[in-house]
């Protein structure tokens, strides 16, 4: 299960009235990235003042101008090759420090659970982004192929983080026992907070293990590597 790239084109499309009122407004699709960064930057920081439901709106909000910025390049007529490097550069600096914010809210919470969590998931969203800039790096799924491929994209793992974000953020307070009274009770919503973490790390997880998968066979079909294609020791 995925989201094709069919799909991806048709949510995309949706955003194109909304990108081309924002470029009558005088903004320009690097400016788009760059107003989705800063929103983005909001939102970490009130996840790591540990306002959840407010963060998560923001964070939801600011994942939104990855959409707008490419519909108004492509409707504009203003595509660039740096406007998409900025873009997928901003994109994994946002993903980072929204991750970094909960790492420093959930600390507030006083338990360990979630900040490790919220470091599994940052780690395997960070994966799932370095397996398709390195496969594509090297002349496999080139465009948006690789894109398709696996359980948790971007566009999935917002949803789960935003929507677990709003949802913790609705029940401040709230507490269930944690195994006995001399544990005390835990928070319901750091529950609910573990949840969203652990079903990114999991499916994120999921999705290197497909995308290499996918690599691999596309290197069968491609046929044995020439000397000269072979870079052994190479960083990456």
Known sequence: MAISNQTRSRIKRLGEPVALALGRAGLTPNGLTLAGFAITTIGALLLANGLWLAGGIVVFAGASFDMLDGALARASGRVSRFGAFLDSV???AGEAIVYVGLVWGTLGLGLSRP???????MAA?????YTRAKAE???FSP???MAAVG???REVRTVILSLGLVVAGLLPGVTVAAGGAASGAYPLSALVLEGALGLIAI????????RILHTREQARRQGPATAADETPGRPG
């Open 90 to 92: 901003l994109d994994r």
């Open 115 to 121: 900040v490790v969590l919220a470091a599994a998931a």
């Open 125 to 129: 969203a960070f994966m799932v982004s």
């Open 137 to 139: 790096g090297l002349g």
């Open 143 to 145: 465009g948006t192929g």
């Open 151 to 153: 359980l948790a994209p």
């Open 203 to 210: 499916l994120g997880t999921a999705t290197v293990v497909q």
